[in-house]
Protein backbone atom coordinates (compact mmCIF):
# COMPACT_ATOMS: atom_id res chain seq x y z
CA UNK A 1 0.00 0.00 0.00
CA UNK A 2 1.35 3.36 -1.06
CA UNK A 3 2.24 5.46 2.43
CA UNK A 4 -0.48 8.38 3.22
CA UNK A 5 1.00 11.76 2.56
CA UNK A 6 -0.37 15.04 2.07
CA UNK A 7 -2.08 14.25 -1.67
CA UNK A 8 -3.87 10.93 -0.30
CA UNK A 9 -7.92 11.27 -1.44
CA UNK A 10 -9.97 9.83 0.98
CA UNK A 11 -12.94 7.51 0.65
CA UNK A 12 -14.50 5.66 3.39
CA UNK A 13 -17.48 3.56 4.84
CA UNK A 14 -20.17 5.28 7.42
CA UNK A 15 -22.40 3.07 9.83
CA UNK A 16 -23.25 2.36 13.52
CA UNK A 17 -21.05 0.11 14.44
CA UNK A 18 -19.09 0.21 11.66
CA UNK A 19 -16.15 -2.59 13.10
CA UNK A 20 -17.68 -5.81 11.71
CA UNK A 21 -17.09 -3.85 8.47
CA UNK A 22 -15.41 -6.07 5.63
CA UNK A 23 -15.37 -3.32 3.08
CA UNK A 24 -12.29 -1.13 4.25
CA UNK A 25 -10.34 -4.48 3.89
CA UNK A 26 -11.49 -5.14 -0.22
CA UNK A 27 -11.20 -1.64 -0.78
CA UNK A 28 -7.72 -1.12 0.57
CA UNK A 29 -6.49 -4.51 -0.96
CA UNK A 30 -7.62 -2.94 -4.50
CA UNK A 31 -6.34 0.52 -4.14
CA UNK A 32 -3.11 -1.16 -3.26
CA UNK A 33 -3.20 -3.57 -5.99
CA UNK A 34 -3.71 -0.32 -8.50
CA UNK A 35 -0.84 1.54 -6.80
CA UNK A 36 -3.44 4.36 -6.08
CA UNK A 37 -2.94 7.34 -3.81
CA UNK A 38 -6.56 7.06 -1.88
CA UNK A 39 -7.27 5.26 1.01
CA UNK A 40 -10.39 3.91 2.72
CA UNK A 41 -11.23 4.50 6.53
CA UNK A 42 -14.28 3.14 8.07
CA UNK A 43 -15.99 6.05 9.95
CA UNK A 44 -18.36 5.04 12.84
CA UNK A 45 -21.17 7.86 13.22
CA UNK A 46 -24.03 7.55 15.59
CA UNK A 47 -27.35 8.09 14.01
CA UNK A 48 -28.11 11.92 15.83
CA UNK A 49 -24.54 13.22 14.22
CA UNK A 50 -25.18 11.73 10.37
CA UNK A 51 -26.22 15.28 9.51
CA UNK A 52 -22.90 17.04 10.85
CA UNK A 53 -20.46 13.72 9.57
CA UNK A 54 -22.01 14.33 6.30
CA UNK A 55 -21.29 18.15 5.72
CA UNK A 56 -17.57 17.65 7.38
CA UNK A 57 -17.10 15.03 4.37
CA UNK A 58 -17.99 17.83 2.42
CA UNK A 59 -15.74 20.05 4.20
CA UNK A 60 -12.96 17.78 3.73
CA UNK A 61 -13.58 16.81 0.50
CA UNK A 62 -13.82 12.84 0.68
CA UNK A 63 -14.51 11.80 -2.59
CA UNK A 64 -17.68 9.57 -1.82
CA UNK A 65 -18.25 6.57 0.86
CA UNK A 66 -20.16 3.45 1.48
CA UNK A 67 -23.06 2.93 3.75
CA UNK A 68 -24.14 0.57 5.97
CA UNK A 69 -26.86 0.00 8.64
CA UNK A 70 -28.76 1.97 9.96
CA UNK A 71 -28.07 4.88 8.06
CA UNK A 72 -29.05 3.70 4.61
CA UNK A 73 -32.57 5.42 4.49
CA UNK A 74 -31.46 8.44 6.81
CA UNK A 75 -28.79 9.25 4.60
CA UNK A 76 -31.18 10.27 1.47
CA UNK A 77 -32.79 13.91 2.54
CA UNK A 78 -28.91 14.66 3.05
CA UNK A 79 -28.18 13.70 -0.79
CA UNK A 80 -28.58 16.17 -3.74
CA UNK A 81 -29.72 13.17 -5.65
CA UNK A 82 -30.57 9.10 -5.87
CA UNK A 83 -30.53 7.24 -8.89
CA UNK A 84 -33.79 5.28 -9.88
CA UNK A 85 -32.42 2.30 -8.72
CA UNK A 86 -31.79 3.65 -5.19
CA UNK A 87 -35.27 5.24 -5.30
CA UNK A 88 -36.85 1.62 -6.29
CA UNK A 89 -34.99 -0.10 -3.33
CA UNK A 90 -35.39 2.93 -1.35
CA UNK A 91 -31.79 2.51 -0.03
CA UNK A 92 -28.61 4.25 -0.81
CA UNK A 93 -25.11 2.02 0.35
CA UNK A 94 -22.76 4.28 -1.76
CA UNK A 95 -22.10 8.23 -2.43
CA UNK A 96 -19.77 10.15 -4.66
CA UNK A 97 -19.53 13.91 -4.57
CA UNK A 98 -21.04 15.86 -7.45
CA UNK A 99 -20.61 19.10 -8.58
CA UNK A 100 -24.24 20.29 -6.97
CA UNK A 101 -23.63 17.77 -4.06
CA UNK A 102 -23.57 13.74 -3.08
CA UNK A 103 -25.26 11.72 -5.16
CA UNK A 104 -26.28 8.17 -4.13
CA UNK A 105 -27.02 5.02 -5.86
CA UNK A 106 -27.44 1.14 -4.19
CA UNK A 107 -24.84 -1.23 -5.67
CA UNK A 108 -26.19 -4.22 -4.87
CA UNK A 109 -28.81 -5.10 -7.11
CA UNK A 110 -25.30 -5.10 -9.35
CA UNK A 111 -23.63 -7.09 -6.98
CA UNK A 112 -26.50 -9.49 -6.40
CA UNK A 113 -27.08 -10.10 -10.10
CA UNK A 114 -23.18 -10.67 -11.05
CA UNK A 115 -22.84 -14.03 -10.47
CA UNK A 116 -26.29 -14.72 -12.42
CA UNK A 117 -25.50 -12.82 -15.37
CA UNK A 118 -21.82 -14.70 -15.26
CA UNK A 119 -24.26 -17.75 -16.19
CA UNK A 120 -25.22 -16.26 -19.61
CA UNK A 121 -29.05 -17.49 -18.73
CA UNK A 122 -32.23 -15.81 -20.25
CA UNK A 123 -34.58 -15.04 -17.52
CA UNK A 124 -37.31 -13.86 -19.45
CA UNK A 125 -39.15 -17.50 -18.21
CA UNK A 126 -37.79 -17.54 -15.11
CA UNK A 127 -39.56 -17.74 -11.74
CA UNK A 128 -37.75 -16.38 -8.74
CA UNK A 129 -38.80 -16.98 -5.04
CA UNK A 130 -37.49 -15.04 -2.63
CA UNK A 131 -37.66 -15.79 1.16
CA UNK A 132 -37.68 -12.61 3.09
CA UNK A 133 -39.14 -8.91 2.79
CA UNK A 134 -36.61 -7.04 4.62
CA UNK A 135 -33.84 -4.27 3.02
CA UNK A 136 -32.03 -6.88 1.03
CA UNK A 137 -35.39 -8.22 -0.28
CA UNK A 138 -35.94 -4.76 -2.00
CA UNK A 139 -32.30 -5.19 -3.77
CA UNK A 140 -33.36 -9.07 -4.79
CA UNK A 141 -36.12 -7.75 -6.62
CA UNK A 142 -34.80 -5.02 -8.35
CA UNK A 143 -31.97 -7.23 -9.45
CA UNK A 144 -34.68 -9.87 -10.53
CA UNK A 145 -36.28 -7.36 -12.87
CA UNK A 146 -33.11 -6.31 -14.55
CA UNK A 147 -33.10 -9.83 -15.24
CA UNK A 148 -36.31 -9.67 -16.46
CA UNK A 149 -37.34 -12.68 -14.72
CA UNK A 150 -41.23 -13.44 -15.75
CA UNK A 151 -42.00 -14.12 -11.93
CA UNK A 152 -41.41 -13.11 -8.27
CA UNK A 153 -42.62 -14.72 -5.68
CA UNK A 154 -42.10 -13.25 -2.42
CA UNK A 155 -42.40 -15.04 0.76
CA UNK A 156 -42.73 -13.75 4.14
CA UNK A 157 -44.24 -13.99 8.06
CA UNK A 158 -46.22 -11.04 8.29
CA UNK A 159 -49.23 -10.33 5.73
CA UNK A 160 -48.80 -6.98 6.50
CA UNK A 161 -45.27 -6.89 5.79
CA UNK A 162 -45.72 -8.46 2.69
CA UNK A 163 -48.92 -6.39 1.67
CA UNK A 164 -46.61 -2.62 2.78
CA UNK A 165 -43.34 -4.21 0.31
CA UNK A 166 -45.49 -4.84 -2.87
CA UNK A 167 -47.79 -1.42 -2.82
CA UNK A 168 -44.44 0.56 -1.73
CA UNK A 169 -42.78 -1.31 -5.20
CA UNK A 170 -45.98 -0.60 -6.93
CA UNK A 171 -45.73 3.28 -6.01
CA UNK A 172 -42.16 3.33 -7.51
CA UNK A 173 -42.94 1.38 -10.43
CA UNK A 174 -46.19 -1.08 -11.52
CA UNK A 175 -44.98 -4.05 -10.97
CA UNK A 176 -47.50 -7.25 -11.78
CA UNK A 177 -44.97 -9.89 -11.98
CA UNK A 178 -43.83 -9.56 -8.17
CA UNK A 179 -46.49 -11.56 -5.69
CA UNK A 180 -46.51 -12.34 -2.41
CA UNK A 181 -46.82 -15.29 0.11
CA UNK A 182 -46.92 -16.39 3.37
CA UNK A 183 -44.24 -19.33 4.07
CA UNK A 184 -47.12 -21.92 4.23
CA UNK A 185 -47.37 -21.39 0.36
CA UNK A 186 -43.16 -22.06 -0.16
CA UNK A 187 -43.99 -26.01 -0.79
CA UNK A 188 -46.29 -25.45 -4.06
CA UNK A 189 -43.95 -22.60 -5.07
CA UNK A 190 -40.53 -24.51 -5.15
CA UNK A 191 -41.49 -26.68 -8.07
CA UNK A 192 -41.54 -23.49 -10.38
CA UNK A 193 -38.78 -22.05 -8.79
CA UNK A 194 -36.08 -21.11 -11.02
CA UNK A 195 -34.07 -19.18 -8.54
CA UNK A 196 -34.78 -19.43 -4.75
CA UNK A 197 -32.88 -16.75 -2.96
CA UNK A 198 -32.40 -16.65 1.07
CA UNK A 199 -33.12 -12.85 2.40
CA UNK A 200 -33.66 -13.84 6.14
CA UNK A 201 -30.86 -14.11 8.45
CA UNK A 202 -31.57 -17.55 9.54
CA UNK A 203 -28.51 -19.56 9.06
CA UNK A 204 -26.21 -16.60 9.92
CA UNK A 205 -23.60 -17.30 12.49
CA UNK A 206 -23.87 -18.30 15.19
CA UNK A 207 -26.94 -19.73 14.14
CA UNK A 208 -25.18 -21.82 11.67
CA UNK A 209 -27.28 -24.98 11.86
CA UNK A 210 -30.84 -23.00 10.73
CA UNK A 211 -31.74 -22.98 7.87
CA UNK A 212 -34.92 -20.98 6.62
CA UNK A 213 -36.09 -24.36 4.07
CA UNK A 214 -36.23 -28.10 5.51
CA UNK A 215 -34.24 -30.55 3.83
CA UNK A 216 -37.14 -32.14 2.20
CA UNK A 217 -38.54 -29.21 0.51
CA UNK A 218 -35.41 -28.95 -1.35
CA UNK A 219 -36.38 -31.62 -2.94
CA UNK A 220 -39.59 -30.16 -4.73
CA UNK A 221 -36.89 -27.64 -6.49
CA UNK A 222 -36.25 -28.54 -9.96
CA UNK A 223 -32.47 -29.89 -10.72
CA UNK A 224 -31.78 -26.94 -12.85
CA UNK A 225 -33.09 -25.04 -10.09
CA UNK A 226 -30.71 -22.38 -8.41
CA UNK A 227 -30.04 -21.73 -4.66
CA UNK A 228 -28.90 -18.54 -3.54
CA UNK A 229 -27.94 -17.04 0.06
CA UNK A 230 -26.97 -13.29 0.86
CA UNK A 231 -25.45 -14.70 3.96
CA UNK A 232 -21.59 -15.24 3.75
CA UNK A 233 -20.83 -16.23 7.27
CA UNK A 234 -20.65 -19.15 7.73
CA UNK A 235 -19.65 -20.24 4.07
CA UNK A 236 -21.21 -22.38 2.83
CA UNK A 237 -24.67 -22.28 5.39
CA UNK A 238 -27.11 -24.92 5.72
CA UNK A 239 -29.70 -23.92 3.25
CA UNK A 240 -27.13 -24.25 0.74
CA UNK A 241 -25.43 -27.10 1.77
CA UNK A 242 -29.03 -28.72 1.57
CA UNK A 243 -29.29 -27.05 -1.78
CA UNK A 244 -25.82 -28.66 -3.13
CA UNK A 245 -27.35 -32.16 -1.34
CA UNK A 246 -30.25 -32.76 -3.92
CA UNK A 247 -27.74 -31.65 -6.80
CA UNK A 248 -28.88 -27.41 -7.02
CA UNK A 249 -25.97 -24.56 -8.07
CA UNK A 250 -25.39 -23.04 -5.59
CA UNK A 251 -24.41 -18.97 -4.51
CA UNK A 252 -23.59 -17.69 -1.33
CA UNK A 253 -23.40 -14.29 -0.57
CA UNK A 254 -19.55 -13.25 -0.51
CA UNK A 255 -20.03 -12.81 -4.70
CA UNK A 256 -22.67 -10.23 -3.99
CA UNK A 257 -20.79 -8.45 -1.32
CA UNK A 258 -17.76 -7.91 -2.95
CA UNK A 259 -19.20 -7.28 -6.52
CA UNK A 260 -21.12 -4.20 -4.84
CA UNK A 261 -17.83 -2.87 -3.60
CA UNK A 262 -16.32 -3.01 -6.69
CA UNK A 263 -19.23 -1.71 -8.64
CA UNK A 264 -19.14 1.47 -5.89
CA UNK A 265 -15.04 1.34 -6.08
CA UNK A 266 -15.58 1.72 -9.87
CA UNK A 267 -17.81 4.71 -9.81
CA UNK A 268 -15.78 6.22 -7.42
CA UNK A 269 -12.07 5.96 -9.20
CA UNK A 270 -13.51 6.06 -12.79
CA UNK A 271 -11.32 2.97 -13.70
CA UNK A 272 -11.56 -1.07 -13.75
CA UNK A 273 -11.35 -2.50 -9.80
CA UNK A 274 -9.42 -5.57 -9.90
CA UNK A 275 -12.41 -7.61 -8.42
CA UNK A 276 -10.27 -11.15 -8.09
CA UNK A 277 -8.23 -9.18 -5.76
CA UNK A 278 -11.23 -7.85 -3.75
CA UNK A 279 -12.75 -11.35 -3.14
CA UNK A 280 -9.25 -12.90 -2.48
CA UNK A 281 -8.62 -10.40 0.61
CA UNK A 282 -12.41 -11.16 1.76
CA UNK A 283 -11.46 -14.74 1.76
CA UNK A 284 -8.15 -14.30 3.44
CA UNK A 285 -10.29 -12.56 6.31
CA UNK A 286 -12.90 -14.78 6.63
CA UNK A 287 -10.84 -17.94 6.68
CA UNK A 288 -8.59 -16.22 9.43
CA UNK A 289 -11.60 -15.84 11.58
CA UNK A 290 -13.50 -19.71 10.70
P1 LIG B 1 -33.83 -7.01 7.36
O1 LIG B 1 -34.19 -5.74 6.69
O2 LIG B 1 -33.84 -7.08 8.84
O3 LIG B 1 -34.81 -8.16 6.78
C1 LIG B 1 -34.75 -9.48 7.24
C2 LIG B 1 -35.97 -10.24 6.72
O4 LIG B 1 -35.86 -11.57 7.19
C3 LIG B 1 -37.31 -9.69 7.21
O5 LIG B 1 -38.27 -9.80 6.20
C4 LIG B 1 -37.64 -10.61 8.37
O6 LIG B 1 -39.03 -10.80 8.55
C5 LIG B 1 -37.07 -11.92 7.87
N1 LIG B 1 -36.76 -12.81 8.99
C6 LIG B 1 -35.94 -12.55 10.03
N2 LIG B 1 -35.88 -13.62 10.87
C7 LIG B 1 -36.71 -14.56 10.33
C8 LIG B 1 -37.10 -15.88 10.73
N3 LIG B 1 -36.63 -16.44 11.83
N4 LIG B 1 -37.96 -16.55 9.93
C9 LIG B 1 -38.45 -15.99 8.80
N5 LIG B 1 -38.13 -14.74 8.39
C10 LIG B 1 -37.26 -14.04 9.13
O7 LIG B 1 -32.35 -7.47 6.95
P2 LIG B 1 -31.64 -7.25 5.52
O8 LIG B 1 -30.87 -5.99 5.55
O9 LIG B 1 -32.65 -7.46 4.47
O10 LIG B 1 -30.55 -8.43 5.53
C11 LIG B 1 -30.97 -9.76 5.49
C12 LIG B 1 -29.78 -10.69 5.30
O11 LIG B 1 -29.11 -10.41 4.09
C13 LIG B 1 -28.72 -10.57 6.40
O12 LIG B 1 -28.27 -11.86 6.70
C14 LIG B 1 -27.63 -9.76 5.75
O13 LIG B 1 -26.35 -10.03 6.29
C15 LIG B 1 -27.72 -10.24 4.32
N6 LIG B 1 -27.19 -9.27 3.34
C16 LIG B 1 -26.11 -9.64 2.59
C17 LIG B 1 -25.60 -8.76 1.65
C18 LIG B 1 -24.42 -9.19 0.83
O14 LIG B 1 -23.76 -8.34 0.20
N7 LIG B 1 -24.12 -10.46 0.77
C19 LIG B 1 -26.18 -7.50 1.45
C20 LIG B 1 -27.30 -7.16 2.24
C21 LIG B 1 -27.79 -8.06 3.18
P3 LIG B 1 -39.96 -9.70 9.30
O15 LIG B 1 -39.95 -8.52 8.40
O16 LIG B 1 -41.25 -10.38 9.40
O17 LIG B 1 -39.28 -9.43 10.60
Known amino acids: ?45 KPENLE ?49 GWKGTNTDVAGFIAPLQALNRDWSQATATILGNGGAARAVVAGCLELEFAKIHLVGRNWQKLEAFQ ?56 PTAIAYDLIYTPKPTLFLKQAASVGITTFDGLEMLFQQGAEALQLWLGQPVPVDIMRQSLLRVLNSNA
Not at 5 to 28: A, C, E, F, R
Open 167 to 222: RSWNTVAPTPSLEIHLWENLEQLLPETTLLVNTTPVGMHPQVDNSPVDRALMEKLP
Open 52 to 100: TAIAGFAAIDLVGFSITIPHKQAIIPLLSEITPTAQAIGAVNTVWRTDT
Open 1 to 45: MQAIQGTTQLLGVIGYPVKHSLSPVMHNAAIAHLGLDYVYLPFPI
